[in-house]
């Protein structure tokens, strides 16, 4: 695969092609959830948690 075929776009179009409804609003569900609770969520125990959980999965938040 050359670098040019690798683009958001086609990549946008792969998942298109690839994914159903289904699981394209269980994705979009699991991200609401999470944003709602990242969000939400500021008790600084649980809050400091999430934080560095968001961390360890390779999530820059500041």
């Keep these: 695969m050359q670098a040019t075929d690798d683009s958001v776009s086609n990549r ?3 998942a298109r ?3 159903t ?3 394209v609003a269980v994705a ?3 991200v609401a959830a999470l944003g709602f609770t990242l969000l939400f969520v ?3 125990m ?3 948690s999430l934080h560095n959980f968001r961390h360890s999965a390779g999530i820059t938040c500041h």
């Design 12 to 14: 946008i179009e792969r």
């Design 17 to 19: 092609a690839s994914l």
């Design 21 to 23: 409804g289904t699981q």
């Design 28 to 30: 979009l569900a699991l």
């Design 42 to 44: 500021q008790d600084p």
């Design 46 to 48: 649980l809050h400091d």
